[in-house]
Nanobody, 126 residues
């Protein structure tokens, strides 16, 4: 079965950086799109970034554009989220997800994803 395992979260000061990893297993992901989402306490899960396993187009939420970058290592079946210039409002549980049900901009919607990781906590202190 499909498994997604996130890592790399932690506590960081405002202005700092973290890199999240999402290791995927359980099937061939060449047809998938991968996404990062986050959920802060009391808020809905929101889109952060998405890309296809094979391809170069990416979509990034306006709130993190210019600070966060999604990338992948196909050989390792791993997707990354590089987070720079972190702010207190970036504090959340970060989830990776995968789907074959969408591509491109449609993959900014969490409803299109059917496999999710367990999440990793990111806390930014101000």
């Amino acid at each position: 079965q499909v498994q997604l395992v996130e890592s790399g979260g932690g506590l960081v000061q405002a202005g700092g950086s973290l890199r999240l990893s999402c290791a995927a297993s359980g099937r061939t992901f060449s047809s998938d799109s991968m996404g990062w989402f986050r959920q802060a306490p009391g808020k809905e899960r929101e889109f952060v970034a998405t890309m296809k396993w094979y391809g170069y187009s990416t979509y990034t939420a306006d709130s993190v554009k210019g600070r966060f970058t999604i990338s992948r290592d196909n050989a390792k079946n791993t997707v990354y989220l590089q987070m720079n210039s972190l702010k207190a409002e970036d504090t959340a549980v970060y989830y990776c997800a995968t789907t074959r049900a969408c591509s491109g901009y449609a993959c900014t919607s969490k409803s299109n994803y059917n496999y999710w990781g367990q999440g990793t906590q990111v806390t930014v202190s101000s």
